[in-house]
């Protein structure tokens, strides 16, 4: 792949996650309703700026071989870029460990990355449990709506609210696969030529020891004649 194909895929990428990060800002304001405000550093630094970063580096994972799994491995973490920005803001940590209030800046790309694996890893039984703990968290941040925003579910604007968080958090899981599934590639492709490599010693282990030894009688005395 070609660096115009590479820069093309980091920039849709870059699109993406901050069209993304502007609708989950969208959600927040939802819940908050009039309380909610907007700043540089509480807008811009902590949810935009990681939104497009972690864009770019997912539509980076697309373009990226599989035999980079190291590349793959960190990028496969990058939504937790969420978290490490949010955590920059002051009083935040604070709060997070006081209170509990900013721990949706870590559930949230926790739960996208549970997501992204249970979608595309390599390991049925952990695909299996970090399914069991996405759809848990979805369930969850679906709960904020009536909890949060005190929004009924079966009224117009708290369905809208439960959808858009929804379906937001079911994007965020499919780019989150991107980098497992480039994983799990070269995975099976390590794994079947090893298989091979092993089948051919296991061949030429098995071939007759008479066909790389001298003559048998029989050959010699057809020799002797």
């Given at each position: ?131 069991i703990f996405a759809v848990l968290m979805l369930g969850g941040v679906i709960a904020t709506v009536p909890a949060v925003a005190d929004e009924s579910l079966t009224l117009p604007r708290g369905a809208w609210l439960a959808t858009l ?61």
């Open positions: 792949m070609g660096t115009g194909a590479w820069t093309a895929r980091v920039l849709v990428g870059a699109v993406c996650g901050l069209a993304w990060a502007c609708a989950l800002r969208a959600y927040m304001a939802g819940l908050a309703g009039f309380g909610s405000t907007f700043s540089w550093s509480g807008t811009f630094f902590a949810i935009l700026t990681p939104g497009m970063l972690v864009g770019a580096l997912l539509g980076l994972a697309s373009a990226l071989p599989p035999h980079r799994r190291s590349a793959l491995r960190w990028i496969a973490a990058s939504p937790m870029l969420f978290a490490a920005f949010a955590l920059l803001l002051p009083g935040l940590l604070v709060s997070l460990v006081t209170t509990g209030i900013g721990g949706g800046a870590i559930g949230v790309p926790v739960a996208g990355i549970a997501g992204g694996y249970a979608l595309a890893g390599r390991r049925r039984w952990l695909r299996v449990a970090t399914g968080i929804a379906t937001h958090m079911v994007v965020l899981m499919l780019a989150s696969a991107i980098p497992f599934r480039a994983l799990s590639r070269g995975e099976g492709r390590v794994q079947g030529a090893a298989s091979e490599t092993s089948g051919g010693a296991a061949r030429a282990a098995s071939t007759s020891p008479a066909d790389d030894q001298g003559p048998t009688g029989e050959n010699k005395e057809t020799l002797a004649m």
